[in-house]
């Protein structure tokens, strides 16, 4: 029962880990998308 | 090296191909004949290219109630947020397997480059928490003043090289922004030198994540049909998970199965098994188990 709550929760970890990778990479990019960079259909 | 069961697929991917070019037709400047219908229809005045059916930015408007209007007043926009996830609960994302202007060409492309100068990530990396993670992060950064939408906006490329076969060479402005990144990721590194070509696609597409929630909650719900794997009949020999373009198939002690949210129902994995285990099948019902003393077999 303990190791397959392990088990899962180091799924879960993994996943949210990956969840936040992608986050981490958007966020990351607005530093770049000041650069010239403004949205073709709305001007943000 | 590719399986050999790659020489079956050649009819399959001749409709698959023009499925795509059908797709150019429809969604870009200068045919851009669906988005010309939308236009027409809601009596907008505003000139059809890609960027009218944008795939990006309606959905980064969905986390910003102050733009439900401009959305409302151009159906165009309801397309990416309401359509496209509406056909993926029933039949699964259909454009993006078959229609995607963006995602078909570095699809069809890297299939001209070696096998061995490209990188493998199937079944290594799990690439949907990344997607959902990337899309929601796309709609936190409108909040502090981040337009990732458009900096990321392969479609904006695709019309781009698309316009600049047609002579309009208008959009090469474009590469002075992040746009030069975007392009590199998109096409060279996650394009056309990732096997299956779709590693855009696989992280980093908000429509795709949006089809993907809505195909898996289709399955889920056992609305529609999805690709499925029938375990008593699978031998094992992997072909559909090496085949797979979008890494949605993966192997779980000796068993193999289809993740919903991954998978954009291209059916090449449909088309490689000759014991016709994996198929677009109705979601009522559940696949039989697979019996264990057949794991592995073959």
């Known amino acids: 029962m303990l190791e397959k709550l392990g088990q899962l929760a180091q799924k879960l970890g993994n996943r949210l880990h990956a969840f936040a990778f992608g986050t981490t990479v958007a966020l990351g990019t607005v530093l770049f998308s000041q650069v010239g960079q403004t949205c073709a259909i709305s001007g943000q | ?298």
């Open chain 2, 1 to 298: 090296m590719y399986p050999k069961a790659y020489r079956t697929l050649r009819r399959h991917w001749f409709y698959r191909i023009l499925a795509f070019l059908a797709g150019i037709v429809l969604l870009y400047a200068p045919f851009a004949l669906l988005t010309r219908l939308i236009l027409w229809a809601s009596g907008s005045p505003l000139l059809p290219d890609a960027h009218r059916i944008c795939m990006r930015m309606p959905v980064q408007w969905l986390a910003q109630p102050w733009m439900y209007g401009t959305m409302l007043e151009q159906p165009a926009y309801l397309v990416v947020i309401l359509v496209l996830p509406g056909i993926a609960l029933f039949a699964g994302p259909l454009f993006c397997g078959w229609l995607c202007p963006a995602g078909g060409l570095t699809e069809y492309l890297s299939r001209i480059v070696p096998p061995r100068f490209q990188i493998d990530l199937g079944g290594r990396v799990n690439p949907v928490p990344i997607r959902y993670g990337f899309t929601v992060g796309m709609m936190v950064a409108s909040f502090i003043g981040g337009n990732v939408c458009c900096s990321f906006c392969n479609f904006t490329h695709t019309q781009n090289i698309i316009s600049a076969v047609f002579g309009d060479f208008t959009g090469i402005a474009y590469w002075a922004s992040f746009s030069v990144v975007s392009f590199a990721l998109w096409f060279v590194v996650l394009g056309i030198f990732t096997k299956g070509g779709r590693g855009w696609c696989n992280f980093l597409c908000p429509a795709g994540a949006l089809q993907g929630l809505t195909h898996s909650l289709g399955r889920w719900l056992r609305l529609g049909r999805s690709v499925q794997i029938e375990r008593t009949r699978c031998s094992g020999c992997k072909e559909c998970l090496s085949l797979c373009p979008t890494w949605a198939i993966s192997e779980k002690e000796d068993v193999l199965e289809v993740n919903a949210h991954a998978c954009n129902v291209c059916m090449d994995c449909t088309q490689v098994c000759n014991r016709n285990a994996i198929a677009y099948r109705p979601n009522k019902g559940t696949a039989p188990q697979r019996a264990p003393e057949t794991a592995g077999a073959n």
